[in-house]
């Protein structure tokens, strides 16, 4: 059977939610708005780290042996996920997210690693897990083919973000608790 181009698009974003979803799949009606903007989790804005100072002079110079201090991460700005958290995050849970033709899908992450997934009229079923890498793997049997696809996540409250292993964000989803799409 051919899948539309659609749901290939979909597959790294399928992917994290089958991570998240259950058993069962169940597809919910397609959504007309645009999708969200991505933040990016790599090239999200750095602010270096306050040099030491004394209390009478103004921030001391590095010198010829010294080393830049390690940069820290904006408030705000989206965390790589551990695996642990991811786990934490889609264990039981539902991913929601849109595609980029502007349909609404959800993917519901049963414990024991099933994941459901379904978008408008169509659905489909597969596993999830973990690696102790930090690298969530999903695998939808018809979206993808029954092939594992892999994800480096990243949170911003709410809000995972997840990119292939070559850096490139393919996709974003909100984390709603339980199963409200009644998977």
């Given at each position: 059977?051919?899948?539309?181009?659609?749901?290939v698009i979909?597959?790294?974003?399928l992917?994290?939610?089958?991570?998240?979803?259950?058993?069962?799949?169940?597809?919910?009606?397609?959504?007309?708005?645009?999708?969200?903007?991505?933040?990016?989790?790599?090239?999200?804005?750095?602010?270096?780290?306050?040099?030491?100072?004394?209390?009478?002079?103004?921030?001391?110079?590095?010198?010829?042996?010294?080393?830049?201090?390690?940069p820290?991460?904006?408030?705000?700005?989206?965390?790589?996920?551990?695996?642990?958290?991811?786990?934490?995050?889609?264990?039981?849970?539902?991913?929601?997210?849109?595609?980029?033709?502007?349909?609404?899908?959800?993917?519901?992450?049963?414990?024991?690693?099933?994941?459901?997934?379904?978008?408008?009229g169509?659905?489909?079923?597969?596993?999830?897990?973990?690696?102790?890498?930090?690298?969530?793997?999903?695998?939808l049997v018809?979206?993808?083919?029954?092939?594992?696809?892999?994800?480096?996540?990243?949170?911003?409250?709410?809000?995972?973000?997840?990119?292939?292993?070559?850096?490139?964000?393919?996709?974003?989803?909100?984390?709603?608790?339980?199963?409200?799409?009644?998977?």
């Amino acid at each position: 059977m051919t899948i539309p181009s659609r749901f290939v698009i979909l597959l790294p974003a399928l992917a994290l939610a089958a991570a998240c979803a259950s058993s069962q799949t169940h597809v919910a009606p397609a959504a007309t708005s645009s999708p969200p903007p991505l933040t990016g989790a790599l090239g999200a804005p750095i602010a270096p780290a306050p040099l030491p100072t004394d209390a009478t002079r103004a921030p001391l110079p590095l010198s010829g042996g010294s080393t830049a201090p390690a940069p820290v991460a904006m408030p705000g700005a989206p965390t790589r996920m551990s695996a642990a958290e991811i786990a934490a995050a889609l264990s039981n849970n539902t991913a929601q997210g849109i595609t980029t033709e502007g349909a609404s899908y959800a993917l519901y992450f049963v414990g024991d690693g099933q994941e459901r997934f379904r978008q408008g009229g169509f659905s489909d079923v597969g596993t999830w897990r973990v690696l102790p890498d930090g690298r969530f793997c999903s695998t939808l049997v018809r979206v993808s083919s029954d092939n594992q696809q892999c994800y480096i996540m990243y949170r911003s409250g709410q809000n995972i973000t997840f990119q292939r292993p070559d850096g490139v964000t393919v996709g974003s989803v909100t984390v709603v608790p339980g199963n409200p799409e009644h998977f």
